[in-house]
């Protein structure tokens, strides 16, 4: 079974837009970890950011912001006034140390957004 | 700060053939990962050190893959014999003791077995 679910296969917007990315998580275990990550064109993959699973406080990274629903198993990504080099897949990825006692990353499939001039 | 450093970046072999490829982990990360990226089946961890222990090599696909980690600073992915199907982008990625949970990737080689 998918653990996380990134049902946006490919968002296209012109600049300036803003662009949310969706990601929905499934897990059993009370410790967790939520991760986003961007691959631009180049292909190598960074870092944007680390959620625990007891800080449900919403982000904000410049134009970067992340919201946390336990709720609703969800971990959203807005990119705010997009900006061309933005353009990238960005992959949101699950780590779940409480039951497999390591640290893998599940990740989706990643959503591709384009960011038109 | 260096980051993860993978070589080569890239790689283009016949099938048959032994293909190696090396990490080096951020200096002082004691976890160290190689994940796969294919078209079809998305990135998957292959395989997962730590303290130079492999913990975990469920996803390793089968004998033809091996890896080691002689030292906290290097690691190796071999495949013998490769095949077309091999054909991928190979990530290796480090985390700190302190936060084993947070990876950081290296740049990938791309194999392309022919």
């Known amino acids: 079974a998918q653990k996380v679910t990134q049902a946006q296969t490919e968002i296209s917007v012109v600049e300036k837009e803003d662009v949310t990315l969706d990601c929905v998580y499934e897990?059993?275990?009370?410790?967790?970890?939520l991760f986003w990550y961007k691959q631009p064109p180049s292909g190598e993959l960074v870092f944007l950011i680390r959620?625990?699973?007891?800080?449900?406080q919403n982000e904000i990274s410049g134009r970067y912001s992340w919201n946390f629903q336990k709720s609703t198993s969800s971990f959203n990504f807005t990119i705010t006034a997009s900006q061309v080099v933005d353009s990238a897949v960005y992959f949101c990825?699950?780590?779940?140390?409480?039951?497999?006692?390591?640290?893998?990353?599940?990740f989706g499939a990643g959503t591709t957004v384009t960011v038109r001039a | 700060d260096a980051g993860v450093i993978q070589s080569p970046r890239h790689e283009v072999t016949e099938m048959g053939q032994e293909v190696t490829l090396r990490c080096k982990p951020i200096?002082?990360?004691?976890?160290l990962f190689w994940y796969r990226q294919t078209m079809m089946r998305g990135l998957e961890l292959l395989i997962y050190?730590?303290?130079?222990?492999?913990?975990?090599d469920s996803g390793m696909p089968e004998d033809r893959f091996s890896a080691k980690m002689p030292n906290a600073s290097f690691s190796t992915l071999k495949i013998q014999p490769s095949e077309p199907r091999d054909s991928a982008v190979y990530f290796c990625?480090?985390?700190?003791?302190?936060?084993?949970?947070?990876?950081?990737f290296g740049p990938g080689t791309r194999l392309l077995v022919l």
């Open positions: 990625a480090s985390s700190p003791w302190t936060r084993q949970e947070t990876q950081y």
């Open positions: 897990t059993r275990d009370t410790t967790y970890y």
């Open positions: 959620r625990n699973s007891f800080d449900e």
């Open positions: 990825a699950l780590s779940e140390p409480e039951r497999s006692n390591d640290y893998k990353l599940s």
């Open positions: 200096s002082g990360h004691n976890s």
């Open positions: 050190f730590n303290n130079n222990v492999p913990i975990d």
